[in-house]
């Protein structure tokens, strides 16, 4: 007898993290999906909805409308968005855990979270502190909703993403030089760090929801590969055909910036310098999907990597 797909509803689902869970979903194809968005009527969502995906308005920040958004959905695919919630730790910590008292008012059985580690004692003790006392706010809210949802009783999954190779589009400063030169700048240094695709969170969270009850409990870390700030530019040089260099700031220089939530930023580049969590912490046997490699990445994404250098 036919049994009747589950659906996962998929929060961020216009953004880079959830639309990369809603590609893995539709091309596994078992699975019905359920869009989240605040505008349905945006170009993003009506993509979706062409593309056979249920879209639904709800707001993570108005527990009343996600609990309706998720009502008869199975499965949760949750990212809080730290950016959009005012680079602040108690909005990012209101949206996850008004999203899991929805999905448990809605019955849902299941969730995955976008997650990341709080840094441990010695990294904190070696980061200047921010205005309300935290190190990395944006990683501390999301640890504080793993907390609230391991105690939520709700079954679930947590991921720990890195640094998307996706930034080199949608964030990278290039910045043109007199001798033609492109140079992109941060603290993070010569030294490789974990890095990964949002597609491979996407693939990430179809293989933890082809048998959920396995990975309940469990925290999946999210990596293609470990690889240097100096070799992605030589990367993106080469596959672009542009020449793309690196310049390695100090922690003070690019706190500096114009940005908003500079010293978060400039904490977490920190954490990833100083205490390279999947080496210490989350060996990569213990991820469930690998690459692509950077190289294959840029690949895949030639032309709008160039045409983002050439428009700096
Ligand atoms: N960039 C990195 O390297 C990196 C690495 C690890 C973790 N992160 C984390 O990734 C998170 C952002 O995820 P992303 O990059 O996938 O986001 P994104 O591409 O900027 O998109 C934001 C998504 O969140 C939705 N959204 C924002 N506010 C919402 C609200 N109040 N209610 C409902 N939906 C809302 C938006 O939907 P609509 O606009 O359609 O409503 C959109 O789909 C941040 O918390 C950041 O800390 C980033």
Redesign the pocket.
């Known amino acids: 007898m036919a049994t009747t797909p589950k659906t996962v509803v998929v ?10 869970v809603v590609d893995a979903l539709l091309l596994a194809g078992n699975k019905k999906v359920r869009a ?4 349905a009527s ?1 170009q ?2 009506k993509d979706l909805a062409a593309r056979g995906v249920e879209v639904v308005e ?5 527990t009343a409308s996600l609990t309706k958004a998720f009502t008869g959905a199975n499965e949760l695919f949750l ?7 005012g680079f602040s730790y108690d909005n ?1 910590l209101k ?1 996850g855990t008004n999203a899991i008292d929805a999905a448990k008012e809605a019955g849902v059985d299941f969730v995955v979270f ?1 997650y ?1 580690e709080q840094p441990p004692k010695d990294v904190q003790d070696g980061l200047p502190r921010l205005e309300d006392g935290r190190t990395v706010a ?1 990683f501390e809210s ?1 640890h504080d909703i793993g907390e609230y949802l391991a105690k939520s009783g709700l079954p679930f999954t947590l991921l720990i ?4 190779y ?2 080199m589009i ?2 990278t400063m290039y910045q043109k030089q007199t001798d033609g030169s492109y140079v992109f700048s941060n603290n993070l240094g010569n030294e490789p760090h974990g890095a990964h695709s ?1 597609g491979t969170i996407g693939q990430t969270v179809a293989a933890v929801l082809e048998d959920p009850q396995k990975y309940n409990g469990k925290t999946i870390p999210v990596v293609g590969e470990q690889i240097s700030q100096p070799e992605m530019a030589q990367i993106v040089s080469d596959v672009t055909g542009k020449n793309v260099k690196y310049h390695a700031m100090s922690d003070e220089q690019f706190a500096s910036l114009p940005m908003p939530a500079a010293q978060d930023l400039t904490n977490m580049f920190a954490y990833y310098r100083k205490w390279n969590y999947y080496d210490q912490l989350r060996p990569l046997s213990e991820r469930l999907v690998s690459g692509p490699t950077f190289k294959e990445w840029a690949e895949a994404h030639r032309e709008v990597l160039k045409s983002k250098i050439e428009s700096s």
């Open positions: 929060t961020g689902a216009t953004g880079a993290q959830g639309g990369g989240i968005t605040r505008n945006s993003k969502a709800a707001d993570l920040n108005d990212v809080t968005d730290f950016y959009g919630a990012e949206q976008s990341l944006h999301k993403t890195c640094m998307f996706d930034n949608t964030f949002v």
